[in-house]
């Protein structure tokens, strides 16, 4: 019988033992965790523990070198990015990069061809991610939080049942974190799961209580962002500087 995840709902998501080096160095190293509909799971670690690595490589971006991953009961492990936008998962980057040289719109369109189910209208989109009436601007006129707003329009625009976020905040003034989270948390009502990568853990903590922290590609824990600040192993790694 497959497990259930403390909401009781089967997960969309599942990683088993998953693990990637590049030549010498082990970026993730045996990761298990899974994700319900709706839920919303924190992913923190020191730079360097494998967060990127680890949606990368659930993305599709790179293959995992042993492991798995199964989106809703179907094993999709290895599968190109964009069949797995197609099937239901998308992401953003920590760094996005649009076509620069295309407006808004024709970005999301670019996207929106490797859309699955239950897509918005672009112009719901942009206003949904707080860009509305920015569909003709080229992508290279917008600034660095506009540019992380399109980048979640574009994740969005495939219709995921899984969104994997990797650091949203970075970079955001205190006004602009609220309305991320309060984004990211409508997102996660229309029962889309979310692992959401984050080094603020105030942001972090106005959308999930569960967290999975990564220490040189391992989880070293699993539970609440509470209880992880006061775990030994965990503030060690994050004093350590590791
Ligand atoms: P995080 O997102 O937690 O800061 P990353 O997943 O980006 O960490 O990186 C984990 C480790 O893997 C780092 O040591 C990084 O240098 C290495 N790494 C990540 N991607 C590559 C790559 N494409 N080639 C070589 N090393 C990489
Ligand atoms: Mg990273």
Do not use: C
Request: cysteine-free; overall charge neutral.
């Amino acid at each position: 019988m497959r497990e259930r995840t403390a909401e009781g709902l089967e997960p969309v998501l599942a990683v088993n033992d998953l693990s990637r080096s590049f030549g010498a160095l082990t970026a993730l190293d045996g990761v298990a965790l899974e994700v319900a509909p709706g839920q919303v799971l924190g992913l923190v670690g020191p730079n360097g523990s494998g967060k990127t690595t680890l949606i990368n490589v659930v993305s599709g971006l790179y293959k995992p070198d042993r492991g798995a991953v199964v989106l809703g009961g179907r094993q999709v492990t290895g599968w190109a990015p964009h069949r797995l936008a197609r099937m239901g998962l998308n992401r953003t980057f920590q760094i996005p990069r649009p076509f620069k040289d295309l407006t808004v719109l024709e970005n999301l369109a670019v996207a929106h061809r490797h859309a699955g189910g239950g897509v918005r209208t672009a112009q719901e989109l942009l206003a949904t991610v707080g860009i509305a009436g920015m569909e003709h601007r080229r992508a290279s006129e917008l600034n660095a939080s506009q540019q992380k707003r399109l980048d979640l329009a574009r994740a969005v625009t495939t219709g995921p049942k899984v969104l994997l976020v990797d650091e949203l905040g970075a970079g955001l003034g205190p006004g602009e974190l609220d309305e991320m989270a309060v984004m990211l948390t409508e997102l996660a009502s229309t029962g889309m799961a979310m692992i959401v990568v984050e080094h603020l853990l105030g942001f972090l903590a106005k959308l999930t209580e569960t967290v999975v922290v990564l220490n040189a590609g391992s989880p070293i824990f699993t539970g609440s962002l509470q209880a992880a600040t006061q775990d030994p192993e965990v503030v060690k790694v994050f004093l350590g500087g590791a």
